[in-house]
């Protein structure tokens, strides 16, 4: 699947573009993540990984920076936007609300041509998933999709 760009948004609702990957973001600023350099190695050695890889060790960093509050997003290019965070609560909504209302607007040197492109918003916590477009993101619409049905494909 091509990627197109990304963001993190910190707990703090702090826009960060993602110049190449979101393992790669981290683990050139770890102390902005709440990791440490050594967490970062210490993950890659557990899984028999190289540092960078996108592996099992990637999931398993980027879901401890999640748990802690921050958002991961990714455009696939010409499919959806993949929005990641550790749990979707009042403040959580309203960061990606602002975040997908920006995008439509344009920001950090991208804008989203396609207002009914789809947002898949995974909740780690507890797997549940809401499926909507970046337009009724932008308005505050965030239905929920049945867990335990696949999300439509396309």
Request: charged share 25%; hydrophobic share 30%; aromatic share 8%.
């Amino acid at each position: 699947m091509t990627q197109g760009p990304g963001f993190f948004i910190s707990p703090e609702g702090d826009r960060i573009p993602i110049a190449s990957s979101h393992i790669r973001t981290v683990a050139d600023d770890p102390d902005r993540f709440g990791v440490t350099t050594h967490d970062i190695e210490s993950t890659y050695r557990k899984h028999g990984e190289k540092p960078g890889l996108e592996g099992r060790a990637r999931d398993e960093i980027l879901r401890k920076v999640m748990s802690t509050g921050w958002i991961r997003i990714r455009r696939y290019t010409n499919r959806y936007w993949s929005v990641q965070t550790g749990t979707v609560t009042g403040k959580t909504k309203n960061l990606i609300t602002r975040w997908a209302r920006d995008m439509l607007a344009g920001t950090h040197g991208y804008k989203e041509p396609d207002p009914h492109m789809r947002v898949k918003i995974t909740s780690l916590d507890n797997g549940s998933t809401y499926d909507t477009s970046i337009e009724s993101l932008a308005q505050c619409l965030i239905h929920p999709v049945d867990s335990s049905k696949p999300m439509p494909r396309g």
